[in-house]
């Protein structure tokens, strides 16, 4: 029997979020060879209290946040304010986009040298990428997918969400510019790239957000191998891991419907926002608190 929600609340639509100079200066100054950030606390500085049976029962979970397909971490930039302010340990991690297992591969490795709970959050590809790279990690205490796919066993993002039964996405093969480039990863060390088209982003990606916002988002998207797009998934870590999922209803990236799909197998903690696929730039508050929800429990 399929499961049902256990959980389902809807956001209100919220008023556009400006990324402001700052932020948009951040999404410029990203390369493709991002590395791993971590946000330090700014209350670390401050005079450490002896440890006590209570204080440590309230240690905060690790936040570690894995971006998607054309994308990078700054996307979360956000979050990472709203939720270092609030006392949270803030990871993030530079996904290589190159493959389903070696980019999960590559984030388990990560996950490994942070002590204490963990939850794990996936946008869009990198919510694949977390269903593996959570396999094998102890402390990874909740997965949280932001508009994002979780594969079953065997299932890859091309295979997943046949258009004719999940229909709602506005990306296909006409909407990519397909690039020829060498990845270690593929099979013979040959590979192609994946970028959207500028003409396509806005509508495809990015349609909450300016126009200005939308082709800086454009400009500096990262892009998808065809190895991460086509590469089959492995055993769930959700079907051992608590999991929270923030549907994107105005979503033209993944199908909403697609979405609530794949949700409702992994019987997630449910919540929707009327948002295109960019949530986490255009309606930060609702993925803050699905975070929130999900720390929480941790």
Do not use: C
């Not at 126009?211 to 797009?229: F, G, K, V």
């Amino acid at each position: 029997m399929t499961p049902k929600f256990s959980d389902h609340r809807r956001f209100p639509r919220s008023s556009r979020h400006a990324l402001g100079l700052a932020a948009a200066a951040a999404v410029l100054s990203v390369g493709l060879g991002a590395s791993t950030t971590t946000v330090a606390l700014a209350a670390s500085s401050t005079t450490a209290t002896p440890a006590t049976s209570a204080t440590s029962a309230k240690v905060k979970p690790t936040i570690v946040l894995v971006h998607g397909a054309w994308a990078d971490s700054s996307g979360f930039n956000s979050e990472i304010t709203t939720l270092t302010r609030l006392g949270y340990p803030v990871v993030t991690i530079a996904n290589p986009l190159r493959g389903l297992t070696s980019d999960a591969d590559y984030v388990r490795t990560r996950l490994k040298t942070i002590s204490g709970p963990i939850v794990l959050v996936g946008h869009s590809y990198g919510g694949a990428v977390i269903t593996n790279a959570a396999r094998g990690v102890p402390n990874v205490k909740s997965l949280v997918y932001v508009a994002a796919f979780s594969l079953q066993k065997d299932e890859s993002l091309a295979s997943v969400l046949p258009a004719d039964q999940y229909p709602g996405s506005h990306l296909d093969p006409t909407k990519l510019d397909v690039i020829p480039v060498a990845n270690p990863a593929a099979p013979g060390g040959q590979d192609a790239d994946l970028y959207i088209k500028s003409a396509d982003f806005a509508d495809i990606f990015a349609g909450d957000v300016s126009p200005t916002e939308a082709a800086l988002e454009a400009t500096t998207q990262r892009p998808l191998s065809n190895l991460a797009y086509t590469e089959k998934s492995g055993d769930p870590a959700w079907s051992s891991i608590p999991s929270w999922d923030l549907i994107t209803l105005d979503d033209h990236a993944i199908s909403p419907l697609g979405q609530r799909f794949m949700a409702k197998r992994m019987n997630a903690h449910t919540e929707t926002v009327q948002s295109a696929h960019d949530v986490m730039i255009s309606h930060p508050a609702a993925v803050d608190r699905i975070i929130l929800e999900a720390a929480a429990a941790s």
